[in-house]
């Protein structure tokens, strides 16, 4: 049976349910450039947009699963872009979350009036990532070489995607 994975916008409260997985995401060092070993409180700010941007939670019956942060790009003259960050808890991944994750974000960044969406560095080695975004609509605009250092590959890529909106 195929649970319904249901996004919401985050609060306070689910905080440390996010933080659980984040910190699981960011020292496994595959796709994520933060600082590893954030407390709860050091954590907060890199993860928990403060508006104009927005943080979201995906949940499959009560239990977060996944979390996205998305808001402009740039300020000014470049906020008619948007840019989004997304992390799905290992325990729950290939079930279609970051899917829904991505697809929330594509429908608020339109209800938002961008005009388009950039990913500012997606781990080239990530290739489930780079393969979700493309069947997404997203394209690889450049690429930076080596600038992640992936604990097993070494320097590597990071992909610039964007989409139109």
Not at 76 to 103: C, E, N, Q, Y
Not at 131 to 158: C, D, K, M
Request: aromatic share 10%.
């Amino acid at each position: 049976m195929t649970r319904v994975v249901e996004i919401r916008e985050a609060t306070d409260a689910d905080w440390p349910q996010i933080h659980r997985f984040f910190t699981a995401i960011v020292d496994e060092g595959h796709g994520y450039a933060f600082p590893e070993g954030l407390s709860l409180e050091e954590a907060r700010p890199w993860w928990m947009e403060q508006p104009p941007g927005l943080t979201v939670v995906a949940c499959i019956d009560d239990v977060i699963v996944g979390s996205a942060k998305m808001g402009p790009n740039r300020p000014g003259r470049g906020a008619h872009i948007a840019t989004a960050s997304f992390m799905v808890d290992p325990a729950h991944r290939g079930r279609g979350v970051g899917r829904a994750l991505g697809w929330h974000l594509v429908e608020w960044a339109t209800s938002a009036g961008y005009r388009g969406i950039q990913f500012n560095a997606v781990v080239e080695t990530n290739t489930g990532a780079v393969r979700l975004w493309q069947s997404l609509g997203f394209e690889i605009v450049g690429t930076v070489p080596g600038a992640f250092n992936h604990p097993e590959h070494g320097y590597v890529g990071l992909h610039v995607m964007f989409r139109s909106l």
